[in-house]
T-cell receptor, first 116, second 112 residues
Framework: EPEVTQTPSHQVTQMGQEVILRCVPI?????FYWYRQILGQKVEFLVS????????KSEIFDDQFSVERPDGSNFTLKIRSTKLEDSAMYFC??????????????FGAGSRLTVL | KQEVTQIPAALSVPEGENLVLNCSFT??????LQWFRQDPGKGLTSLLL?????REQTSGRLNASLDKSSGRSTLYIAASQPGDSATYLC???????????FGAGTILRVKS
């Protein structure tokens, strides 16, 4: 069964460092998302991406965050200068053809980011 | 602003019981509702998706219903098994926007 692949599975970084989280969505999917889950809290939406541009972003997704689909297969989330409160599990998701809400979102296993 | 609440927060049952997990949402103008399963430290596995025009969806021992007008959904698990132990998340997509809004989840433990 097709799956969304995320790397790394766990990253530890120092506060102020840049981090790039990578995702390979399902190959024929058109809509891409990043969510995060701080330990013990709800899963929160960060950003959605369609047709090579951001279609929606949350208040969390400030100027420190950016997304990119550099080569038609990878989908990356960059955090420019990490803060302690960025420590969380980051989930990538993708969905298929048609309106973004019409289809099931398939999530990756997550990348755990720990900021020291 | 859409808010999603799940009750109970945690549930412990003996193997074989039928059980019901509840989800409520504040804005009934939804596009769809999705139930997920999350195992500790792992990603989210989609269980069932119900479009706003549908009343229920079934997959194996799972049945999810949707009452959009009252802002409620239930996930029914028949003949529970220890392997069903996980956190079950409800998420709603509103008619405006792309995002899913998640509830806090119900932690289910099925004892053998």
């Amino acid at each position: 069964e097709p799956e969304v692949t995320q790397t790394p599975s766990h990253q530890v970084t120092q506060m102020g460092q840049e981090v790039i989280l990578r995702c390979v969505p399902i190959s024929n999917h058109l809509y891409f998302y990043w969510y995060r889950q701080i330990l013990g809290q709800k899963v929160e939406f960060l950003v959605s991406f369609y047709n090579n541009e951001i279609s929606e972003k949350s208040e969390i997704f400030d100027d420190q965050f950016s997304v990119e689909r550099p080569d038609g297969s990878n989908f990356t989330l960059k955090i420019r200068s990490t803060k302690l409160e960025d420590s969380a599990m980051y989930f990538c998701a993708s969905s298929g053809q048609g309106a973004p809400g019409a289809n099931v979102l398939t999530f990756g296993a997550g990348s755990r980011l720990t900021v020291l | 602003k859409q808010e999603v609440t799940q009750i109970p927060a945690a549930l412990s049952v003996p193997e074989g019981e039928n059980l019901v997990l509840n989800c409520s949402f504040t804005d009934s103008a939804i596009y769809n509702l999705q139930w997920f399963r999350q195992d500790p430290g792992k990603g989210l596995t989609s269980l069932l998706l119900i479009q706003s025009s549908q009343r229920e969806q079934t997959s194996g021992r799972l049945n999810a219903s949707l009452d959009k007008s009252s802002g409620r959904s239930t996930l029914y698990i028949a003949a529970s098994q220890p392997g069903d132990s996980a956190t079950y998340l409800c998420a709603v997509k509103s008619k405006s926007g792309d995002k899913l809004v998640f509830g806090a989840g119900t932690i289910l433990r099925v004892k053998s």
